[in-house]
């Protein structure tokens, strides 16, 4: 990769987000790195070849582990996937672009305005393996941390490009824990989980719920076979628990804040 992270960060110190009103332009939070730099790996999840080519990558690996789960399944319970659906097959890159371009970030408001318009585009890859997947006879199980008021335009969004098992009995959304473990433990009272799906490693296990960074990169290292044979991780450089481990979960911090807290991590030389 030949542009460092504090490239990037001088980068998003150059540019200056913008507000759009009454076709008049006007900075609101200019030089965040935070809101700028979410424009900027916006704006890669949207244009970049390389980033199609992570999810075909992704959804290849596990269209493979399906056929060689398949070939040795001996197990008595039907077979399920467990999936993400943001950043993992549903694409909230323009979200992330209307916030930055307003100097802002998520805010549980703007985020329900957005999902209930159920615009999101699929990824790359993602249908066609859902349907493979369906087409062998697994059950998909979508858990998302997206709030119960958001279900019928989740549901809407699914169904229209034809998901797999789109409906109430297999979307499990958030109910006031980010944790997914109790839904996954859900899922697997009556079934075999094949595969987990996700951006975030919190998609795959407890073991990542509310880590540190120490913490979180241990836990992959423990768990390294895992990836790419059970767990199958999408690219997301917008957001994640990544953030909220530098932060230390704390959700209250302003952007002034978050971009020191940025600068202070970053490595150079």
């Known amino acids: ?28 939070n200019p030089g965040s790195i935070v809101a700028d730099g979410k424009l900027y ?53 323009p979200y992330a672009v209307h916030q930055a371009l307003q100097g802002k970030d998520y805010t549980d408001a703007t985020w329900r305005d957005w999902t209930s318009r159920a615009e999101a585009d699929t990824l790359c890859g993602a249908l066609e393996f859902f349907k493979y997947a369906a087409g062998k006879g697994i059950t998909v ?23 797999p098992f789109a409906d109430s009995a297999h979307l499990y959304l958030s109910q006031g824990s980010s944790s997914k473990e109790s839904r ?24 990542f719920d509310k880590k540190t960074e120490a913490e979180r990169s241990e836990n992959v290292l423990n768990n390294k076979n895992e990836f790419g044979k059970k767990f199958i991780i999408f690219p997301n450089p917008d957001y994640g628990d990544w953030e909220g481990a530098m932060n230390r979960y704390n959700y209250k911090l302003s952007l002034p804040q978050r971009d020191s807290i940025i600068k202070a991590n970053a490595k150079s030389y």
Not at 2 to 13: E, H, P, T, W, Y
Not at 147 to 158: D, F, I, P, Q
Request: with cysteine.
């Open 141 to 163: 199980f979508y858990i998302t941390n997206r709030g119960e008021a958001e279900r019928s335009g989740t549901l809407k969004n699914l169904q229209k490009f034809g998901f």
């Open 184 to 207: 996954r433990l859900a899922v697997e009272k009556n079934y075999d989980i094949v595969l987990f799906l996700g951006d975030n490693l919190g998609d795959f296990s407890a073991l």
């Open 1 to 28: 990769m030949r542009r460092s992270l504090v490239g990037v960060i001088i980068l998003a110190l150059s540019a200056s987000c913008k507000t759009i009103k009454n076709n008049q332009i006007t900075n609101t």
């Open 41 to 93: 790996t916006a704006v890669w999840m949207q244009r970049a070849a390389e980033y199609k080519a992570l999810c075909e990558q992704a959804c290849n690996i596990a269209t493979l582990r399906v056929n060689q789960y398949l070939q040795h399944n001996n197990s008595s319970k039907p077979l399920a996937i467990v999936t993400d659906i943001d950043e993992t097959f549903l694409d909230n890159s």
